[in-house]
């Protein structure tokens, strides 16, 4: 399995600001998926990154809102752009296994927007 | 829309076996049905996952039923750590393609209690 750290683990921003979160894997992976997990909901999938191509964005998500870079193969980021306090939520990134398919999940990083 | 239902909560007694129900009658012949439980604060986390057969591994067993429209997630000998919300995701396995996203419902809170 993948061990995948994020930071932050947590921030409070105030609105308007943005917010960058990097997520780092510890083995070389194809894709990477960025995940927003709203106050007491599910998981919600925002986009998939892919190293050396553009992120693939799920409805209700745009990339001017949730920007994301993908520089190699161990490392992602994502920005939260001028954030509201509605963008508050725990942000997770996750690796798929090359062989299985299982994915494996950050610990997150909590985002409060005052 | 999650292609799964689950009950919202269960409750399981320490050292029980726990039995979590998973339906998901409209399955297609090349998905997967995944587990994976979050537990309170962290990421969530691959349990197993099985497409037509029984599986069985260190933490849990698969059973589906042989028209695939349902399954069960059993822990056989459920400890105050199992607690968590458990999720039933049926996906594509393989690279790319909106497919093979996970797509998670609200799962199941199991509590269990000694």
């Known amino acids: 399995s993948a061990v995948i750290s994020q930071k932050p683990s947590r921030d409070i921003c105030q609105r308007g600001t943005s917010l960058t979160i990097q997520c780092q894997v510890d083995?070389?992976?194809?894709?990477m998926f960025w995940y927003r997990q709203q106050p007491g909901q599910s998981l919600t999938l925002i986009a998939t990154?892919?190293?050396?191509?553009?992120?693939?964005?799920e409805s209700g998500f745009v990339i001017d809102k949730f920007p994301i870079s993908r520089p190699n193969l161990t490392f992602s980021t994502l920005t939260v752009s001028n954030m509201s306090p509605e963008d508050s939520s725990i942000y997770l990134c996750?690796?798929?296994?090359?062989?299985?398919?299982?994915?494996?999940f950050g610990p997150g990083t909590r985002l409060t927007v005052t | 829309d999650a292609k799964t239902t689950q009950p919202p909560s269960m409750d399981c007694a320490e050292g029980r076996a726990a039995n979590l129900p998973c339906n998901h009658s409209?399955?297609?012949?090349?998905?997967?049905v995944y587990w994976y439980r979050q537990i309170h604060s962290q990421g969530p986390q691959y349990i197993i996952h099985?497409?037509?057969n029984n599986e069985t591994n260190e933490m849990a067993s698969l059973i589906i039923t042989e028209d695939r429209k349902s399954s069960t997630l059993i822990l056989p000998h459920a400890t105050l750590r199992d607690t968590a919300v458990y999720y039933c995701?049926?996906?594509?396995?393989?690279?790319?393609?909106?497919?093979?996203?996970?797509?998670f419902g609200k799962g199941t809170k199991l509590s269990v209690k000694p």
């Open positions: 996750s690796v798929e296994s090359g062989i299985t398919y299982e994915q494996y």
């Open positions: 409209t399955i297609s012949g090349n998905e997967y």
């Open positions: 995701i049926v996906r594509v396995a393989n690279y790319g393609g909106s497919q093979g996203n996970l797509i």
């Open positions: 099985g497409l037509k």
């Open positions: 083995s070389q992976v194809t894709m």
């Open positions: 990154a892919n190293q050396g191509s553009e992120a693939t964005y």
